[in-house]
């Protein structure tokens, strides 16, 4: 059972700051991991998936990196639409007992 | 642009059953593996079940085994999500999402319909 775990929970940032969202596995997801952000009321968005590969129109400002149990996502340069909780997914073990991490909620400073 | 529509969601009582449908359109249905995913109030995200593109193929959350059955008919781009023995811990709005990859699953969401909200209550 892989495990995933986001870090921090909350985060508190100024607009045109940069922002790094941490997530964790258990055991290695290789680089089956995508990145979710989701505004309130609103079903989640894909924004990268194979750990670094941005999907289709999401801004460059958003980039994935990491491999294996260590991930991170950056935003360069927050703008006030980029505030909203994002989720990690590992894909590399399915049917998953979990897939997806808690949560981080990125709010304005 | 891919569109997916939910439809089904309401207010049911515990022990009881609803079935949701996702109404699919704007792509190639019949050839991509198709995802249920809900979410508690405040909560986060829980991957409930998938089937393969054809239906051939299912899988569930141990959450939801032996009372949730997913199917499709590629006949009406539609997805469904039968929910028995329902509880309070079900309470949720209820995504459907496309999985990223056709034929072969990738087990990543590349879109999402708007979600149907179901509270189990009594």
């Known amino acids: 059972e892989i495990l995933m775990t986001q870090s921090p929970a909350t985060l508190s940032v100024s607009p045109g700051e940069r922002a790094t969202l941490s997530c964790r596995a258990s055991q290695s997801v290789s680089s089956n991991l995508a990145w979710y952000q989701q505004k309130p009321g609103q079903a989640p968005r894909l924004l990268i998936y194979g750990s670094s590969s941005r999907a289709t129109g999401i801004p460059a400002r958003f980039s994935g990196s990491g491999s294996g149990t260590e991930f991170t996502l950056t935003i360069s340069s927050l703008q006030s639409e980029d505030f909203a909780a994002y989720y990690c997914?590992?894909?590399?073990?399915?049917?998953?007992?979990?897939?997806f991490g808690q949560g981080t909620k990125l709010e304005i400073k | 642009q891919v569109q997916l529509v939910e439809s089904g969601g309401g207010v049911v009582q515990p022990g009881g059953s609803l079935r949701l449908s996702c109404t699919a359109s704007?792509?190639?249905?019949?050839?991509?593996?198709m995802h249920w995913v809900r979410q508690a109030p405040g909560k986060g995200l829980e991957w409930v079940a998938f089937t393969r593109y054809d239906g051939n193929t299912k899988y569930y959350a141990d959450s939801v085994k032996g009372r949730f059955t997913i199917s499709r008919d590629n006949s009406k781009n539609t997805l469904y999500l039968q929910m028995n023995s329902l509880r309070a811990a079900d309470t949720a709005v209820y995504y459907c999402?496309?999985?990223?990859?056709?034929?072969?699953?990738?087990?990543?969401?590349?879109?999402w319909g708007q979600g149907t909200l179901v509270t189990v209550s009594s």
């Open positions: 997914q590992q894909y590399n073990d399915w049917p998953p007992e979990h897939t």
């Open positions: 999402a496309k999985d990223a990859e056709g034929l072969d699953a990738a087990f990543f969401f590349d879109s």
């Open positions: 704007a792509f190639s249905f019949t050839t991509y593996g």
